[in-house]
């Protein structure tokens, strides 16, 4: 009878780990690791957060923007998309995003340390959003996409080069090129007045405009409301215009 019972709780164990296996639940009984994968977790959901309020804040709604936006991230990878549209097809991607896990001892101390990539699916619409986090990561190679130039720490070295170059369209177009920016970043220059106009354009809400005069050189970033969908242009006559320098109502 004492034989009996065993074969049979040994039997029901088998079936626990079988199922759990089946269910991919076995990685959360092994408890060294899961404390360090719960904390790499939780670490990417963090991030997948700032690429949901992104595609938010900058209204978008088309496939290609969102696999854009969302690569822009150094951690994150597009790894499948499907549909065209928010509204009308829906979207639904497939990222991989390197969280940091860190499991901590009883005393504060580091018992284990390591990054590892956890896959998420978001579902845009149509009707609703739905987000599932820490799924099983398809074999699927990244999306290749070409990552944005960047104007951040230049707007010293771009407002004493205007400065030296004073309100001359050739000297002000030589200065601009001595400074070495990212080819990928477009630059416009337009004289009018006595006055030059510059406008250098990163990506959709990375913009410097500047306008050089006879008393100096002056610096304006449009805030991100401002370079939205029709309202402000990133460009030179910008620059030169009405609502240079102004804060948005």
Aim: aromatic letters at 6%; charged letters at 25%; glycine letters at 8%.
């Amino acid at each position: 009878m004492v034989t009996t019972r065993r074969r049979w709780v040994f039997g029901a164990v088998a079936l626990l780990v079988v199922a759990l296996l089946g269910a991919g639940l076995w990685r959360h009984v092994d408890s060294p690791q899961s404390k360090t994968h719960d904390s790499a977790v939780a670490d990417a959901a963090k991030k997948v957060d700032q690429v949901l309020f992104e595609f938010e804040y900058d209204h978008l709604y088309q496939a290609y923007k969102y696999v854009h936006s969302a690569s822009q991230h150094p951690d994150v990878a597009v790894l499948t998309v499907s549909g065209e549209t928010h509204w009308q097809t829906g979207v639904t991607m497939v990222l991989r995003v390197l969280g940091h896990g860190v499991e901590i001892g009883a005393d504060g101390s580091v018992i284990d340390e390591r990054d590892e990539p956890i896959c998420f699916r978001l579902q845009l619409g149509p009707h609703d959003d739905r987000r599932d986090d820490d799924i099983e990561c398809p074999a699927d190679d990244p999306l290749q996409v070409v990552q944005d130039p960047s104007l951040s720490g230049v707007d010293e070295r771009v407002k004493s080069a205007l400065q030296a170059a004073g309100p001359d369209e050739s000297a002000v177009r030589a200065a601009i090129a001595d400074l070495g920016l990212d080819p990928a970043i477009a630059q416009e220059v337009t004289a009018q007045g006595g006055r030059v106009g510059v406008a250098l354009r990163a990506a959709q809400y990375d913009c410097i405009l500047a306008r050089v005069t006879t008393k100096g050189a002056e610096l304006w970033r449009p805030s991100h409301t401002q370079l939205a969908p029709g309202e402000l242009r990133c460009a030179a006559p910008t620059a030169l215009g009405s609502n240079f320098g102004k804060s948005p109502h």
